[in-house]
């Protein structure tokens, strides 16, 4: 069982977005995929509870209760996991990235985002687990997500190839408990989400 977590300190740069577009993929590729919502917003569970479809399984979990849920998870057969987790909490988002094979760190494409993301970082460091930041809310033509992109690869940190754009389908989505590639296949928010998914894929089979 593979677990990736989405981590960052900032409010609102997309972390449950990421979180849901990816382990919807991972449902559609056949594998038996769990969110677990650490948040006490609960925005991924009750995106949950609004879904009509059975996959992923979306838990409720306070960070004291992960390591069971994931035990109880990797019991019923599951193939992976993706925990999403609440900003500013901190011990929470460490025992999250401390049971990690990979850590995403959504990030929009500008200063104070950035800044929070240095922050995060930090924290993340310690654990030594691979981490990969994702631009998110990228606009057409954004010079910003250039210079975003920079200050990230500055950061030492890896920066993934895959972004997504700032297109209404994301909230579109999952206020209807779906993803973008349930509500337009072959939109470009699904192509996005799609080119994430492989790579993500691909970087937690080689290990
Ligand atoms: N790529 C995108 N394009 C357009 N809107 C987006 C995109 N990603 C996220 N949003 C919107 O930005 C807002 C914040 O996103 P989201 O709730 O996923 O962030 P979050 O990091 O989980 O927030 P919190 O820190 O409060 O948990 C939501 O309204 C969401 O619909
Ligand atoms: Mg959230």
Not at 22 to 51: E, H, K
Not at 65 to 83: F, P, S
Request: charged share 25%; with cysteine.
């Amino acid at each position: 069982m593979k677990i990736v977590s989405v981590i960052n300190r900032k409010g609102g740069s997309g972390k449950t977005t990421l979180a849901l577009h990816i382990a919807v993929a991972f449902s559609q590729a056949q594998q038996n995929t769990a969110v677990i919502d650490l948040d006490p917003q609960a925005s991924a569970a009750n995106w949950g509870d609004r879904r009509a479809e059975r996959v992923p399984v979306v838990r409720s979990a306070h960070a004291s209760r992960l390591k069971h849920e994931l035990r109880q998870i990797q019991d019923a057969g599951g193939d992976m996991v993706i925990v999403d987790t609440a900003p500013h909490a901190d011990s929470a988002a460490l025992e999250a990235a401390k049971a990690s094979d990979l850590i995403l760190i959504p990030c929009r494409p500008s200063y104070f985002d950035l800044e929070a993301m240095t922050n995060t970082l930090g924290l993340l460091r310690t654990t030594g687990k691979p981490v990969w930041a994702v631009l998110n809310v990228v606009a057409p033509f954004d010079s910003e997500a250039e210079a975003a992109a920079e200050t990230i690869t500055a950061l030492d940190v890896r920066l993934c190839p895959a972004k997504l754009g700032r297109r209404v389908e994301f909230s579109r989505a999952v206020e209807s408990g779906q993803a973008v590639q349930e509500i337009e296949p072959k939109g470009k928010a699904a192509g996005e989400v799609e080119r994430l998914y492989e790579l993500v894929e691909r970087s937690l089979r080689d290990g």
